[in-house]
T-cell receptor, first 115, second 113 residues
């Protein structure tokens, strides 16, 4: 079965420090992986995706993610966190089979960046 | 830019009422989706549609139905609202079944009392 896991419900970092939000996946074929961000009382916004190619993917707002096939991980990173990065982050993987075009989302990780 | 709009940001309904949630996208996308979002459960797919008048059940379709009469519009219907349907409802669209990037509306927070 396809799945995606975000092992941390919440991540706390100090402003200016690097941040990492973790994601691991389980799929039967080549993974298409996504990160989305949700600010309070808003819909989800696309941050970045990995389809193929370079394992380090750069996205919006200075975020990047590293695809690691051997560890089946796709962690979201940023070198220097901002207070405005505080939000809910979702990792997602494409579904296979009869659910073409669908994404399977993780449960989300709340990122809190303190001044 | 793709724009996905939802008819209401906040909605309060009574138990047993029929509820309509509307979603419109302006980029000629083929696929449209309805999710509900609950704390600790993430996003769960209710229904999706890959073409006009076509619909497929997602993971939690019970108590819901959908309608897609026009390509740009996808409606979610709660036939008889119940308190356990109190949630945030998110609509999304994607260009086609070979492009997976989804664009989301702002969400409708529905409270059923």
């Amino acid at each position: 079965a396809q799945s995606v896991a975000q092992p941390e419900d919440q991540v706390n970092v100090a402003e200016g420090n690097p941040l990492t939000v973790k994601c691991t996946y389980s799929v039967s074929g080549n993974p298409y992986l996504f990160w989305y961000v949700q600010y309070p009382n808003r819909g989800l916004q696309f941050l970045l995706k990995y389809i193929t190619g370079d394992n380090l993917v750069k996205g919006s707002y200075g975020f990047e993610a590293e695809f690691n096939k051997s560890q089946t991980s796709f962690h979201l990173k940023k070198p220097s966190a901002l207070v405005s990065d505080s939000a809910l982050y979702f990792c997602a993987v494409r579904a296979y089979g009869g659910s073409q075009g669908n994404l399977i989302f993780g449960k989300g990780t709340k990122l809190s960046v303190k001044p | 830019d793709v724009k996905v709009t939802q008819s209401s940001r906040y909605l309060v309904k009574r138990t047993g009422e029929k509820v309509f949630l509307e979603c419109v996208q302006d980029m000629d996308h083929e696929n449209m989706f309805w999710y509900r979002q609950d704390p600790g459960l993430g996003l769960r797919l209710i229904y999706f549609s890959y073409d006009v008048k076509m619909k497929e059940k997602g993971d939690i379709p019970e108590g819901y139905s959908v309608s897609r009469e026009k390509k740009e519009r996808f409606s979610l219907i709660l036939e008889s609202a119940s308190t356990n349907q109190t949630s945030m409802y998110l609509c999304a669209s994607s260009l086609s079944s070979s492009t997976y990037e989804q664009y989301f509306g702002p969400g409708t927070r529905l409270t059923v009392t």
